[in-house]
């Protein structure tokens, strides 16, 4: 199983760094603030998971592409 799966259920909390990337293929400037990357993964809202979702399947094609 890919990390983006991972990520995608709550298996595993995406990196400060993986974001950043993605971030910037999206052409998102501004950074996360801390307290939101640094939450437990237990403690991030349905809002943030959805947000996050949506980054994923934004950035998914372009990762396909790249390969």
Do not use: F, Y
């Not at 990196?15 to 603030?33: C, F, M, V």
């Not at 959805?50 to 399947?57: H, N």
């Amino acid at each position: 199983m890919g990390m983006l799966p991972l990520i995608e259920t709550g298996k595993r909390r995406l990196s400060l760094r993986s974001g950043e990337r993605i971030g910037e293929a999206l052409g998102i400037n501004e950074p996360l603030p801390e307290e939101d990357w640094r939450r437990q993964p237990l403690e991030i809202s349905e809002d943030m998971v959805g947000t996050l979702g949506a980054c994923l399947a934004a950035v998914r094609p372009i990762a396909h592409v790249r390969s």
